[in-house]
């Protein structure tokens, strides 16, 4: 067990959510960019499974987001709640106390 | 475009411009400035303006799509777009402070 994996562990209950959101956020950024870039209906399996691990998050994003947003900005929107979201959870912990910190030098 | 998403827009856009919420997200920058462009003011202060604004869409259309959601609506509506373009004005009211102190110098 090296020194990086003693540090993430005391705080898994950030690190495991923050690591969760932030592949959701990435794979929307990937979807986004690959659909913007991609012919209509590429049935690759990259863009499958972009599609397949992000359709919850777009399911969630739509239902908040008014009718007037096409898709296209509902993923970017999806994408920046993510970020939101990340930012929340730390501002959260560190509100409690409870937040990583950065170390200080050797 | 609607009249109702452009005032909606218009009133967003305003709010990337003059309110104090740009200052934290200036402050942010080290966490969402992507490393690969340019590191200007002039573009750090564009882009922080372009995620306040969306912000400001993003949170105040909330109110709005529960709202067509319950009411089954198949597209946005007059009132729809009323309660958005108001969650919008109440999230630039805090910038009208600027706004007045840029028109009159």
């Known amino acids: 067990m090296n020194e990086q994996t003693i540090q993430l562990l005391p705080f898994w209950y950030f690190h495991l959510p923050n690591y969760v959101l932030a592949a959701l956020m990435y794979t929307l950024m990937g979807r986004i960019i690959l659909g913007a870039i991609a012919p209509a209906g590429w049935n690759n399996y990259i863009m499958r499974a972009f599609v397949t691990v992000t359709d919850p998050v777009v399911s969630v994003v739509r239902f908040i987001t008014p009718h007037a947003i096409g898709l296209p900005l509902v993923l970017v929107f999806g994408a920046l709640w993510l970020m939101l979201l990340r930012i929340a959870l730390f501002l959260a912990m560190a509100r409690y106390g409870v937040a990583p910190t950065v170390g200080g030098g050797g | ?105």
């Open chain 2, 1 to 105: 475009m609607p009249t109702g998403l452009v005032l909606v827009l218009g009133v967003a856009m305003l709010n990337g411009l003059f309110s104090p919420a740009l200052r934290i997200v200036v402050l942010f920058a080290p966490v969402w400035y992507p490393a690969l462009l340019p590191q200007t003011a002039g573009l750090l202060f564009f882009l922080s303006s372009l995620i306040v604004a969306t912000l400001t869409l993003m949170i105040a259309g909330v109110p709005a799509a529960i709202y067509e959601r319950l009411s089954g609506a198949p597209d946005s509506n007059f009132i729809s777009m009323g309660i958005w373009l108001f969650g919008v004005l109440i999230l630039t009211a805090p910038g009208v402070v600027n706004m007045l102190a840029a028109l009159t110098g």
